[in-house]
């Protein structure tokens, strides 16, 4: 009686060793597959960020009024663009076809209002800069107009300093604001991501220098990588260009038509955009997140956009002659060099000893003017993986 009953509970956990097994492989199946599925959409949304990363280009510039232009403040731009390819492409054409109706001989992708206002003059470069506006803001959408506005009878000083065990101190309204300009355009990108914080955003930035802040802090905490800087950006970078620009149209709209400096002349002058005009105060209670928290300075070099395209002097002393600079920076050879950094996707620096020897990062790019200057380079080159480039190298 008991072996029977051992015989056939030993039949009946042979009958289920099949049924287990069958269990076990329908949930290994089933697994791999929701493990596939995950996989498949981990992907697809990452393909999906990339190809959604907006971009958003900054840039600013001194807002001068009165008869000795003695009322200043710091004014700046951003423009919010979703087709990187086609915005590129538009800002091309648009100077292809508007250039040869002013005249001016096109030698470069990209240029500064400045540099237009140096070939056209400033009555053509705004008429310049009007058609270029039209051809591309189709492509925008939406731009952020910054200003900031300190009365000294409200606010008569700034407080600075105070924190790694720096001494506060009090600086005056006009000194607070001069200070400020050099770096506004962080601060800019900064008031920005406090009401329009999307991390998918790349934020462009043109090159500036200036003291920590907590402002500084907190932007480049939450943008990281994503926060990319280039020097010479309003001359080699599409994006930064066109904020440039469009700074330069705001405060050339404001003067023609008379408009104070506020939120309703600032949607007043641009009745005829096809994008979001939106105004933003950047002031007094902004103040403890703008001023310097240290007297250190910012080390841009960690989010300058790779590689960056140094400029290596045989004498870099005669560049800080303002004549010898001004005929470099309008020779064929820097054309040249800047157009490089455009197809790049890079900035471009004059390399500085004394400045830049942390900056050096492996894949950046020397260009070399004199046997001494390629010396250099070479003596780089034992510590870092750069590329070294002649003349020769850059011309079309």
Known sequence: MISSIRLQSKCQSRGKAPLRLVYL?????????????????????????????????????????GREKTFFVP????????DEGEFKANYDAAFNEISPKFRFDRKRK????????????LPKTIAFIEAIFSHIQN?????????????????PSVREYGAEGSGVKEVGTLKFL??????YVYCCAWRYAQTELRLQEKLLLDNFGGKITDAWIELSRMYGEKLQVYPHGDRCNPFISAADMMVALLDFRLYRNKKRLDSEGIISVFSDASFDVVPMFIGQPHLSKLSPRTNRMIDVSANFKRPIIFILLEELE????????KIFESSPLMDSILNKAFEMDCGVKFFDSTLDSTTIRDGDIFVCLGSKAKATAEYIKNMYNIEILSRENLQP
């Open 318 to 325: 005669l560049m800080r002659l303002k004549a010898v600079r």
């Open 75 to 82: 004014i700046g731009v951003s423009l919010r663009i979703d």
């Open 25 to 65: 492989v329908s949930l290994g199946f089933r697994y791999l597959c929701a493990l596939h599925v995950g996989i498949t959409l981990l992907i697809w949304s990452r393909d999906i960020r990339k190809r959604n990363m907006n971009i958003v280009a900054f840039d600013t510039k001194e807002f001068r009024r």
């Open 139 to 155: 492509l925008i959408k939406q731009m952020v107009v910054y200003y900031t506005i300190l009365p000294p009878t409200k606010v």
């Open 110 to 121: 990209v240029y500064s209002t400045y540099e237009l206002i140096g070939k056209l003059g």
């Open 178 to 183: 001069t200070e400020l300009n050099p770096y």
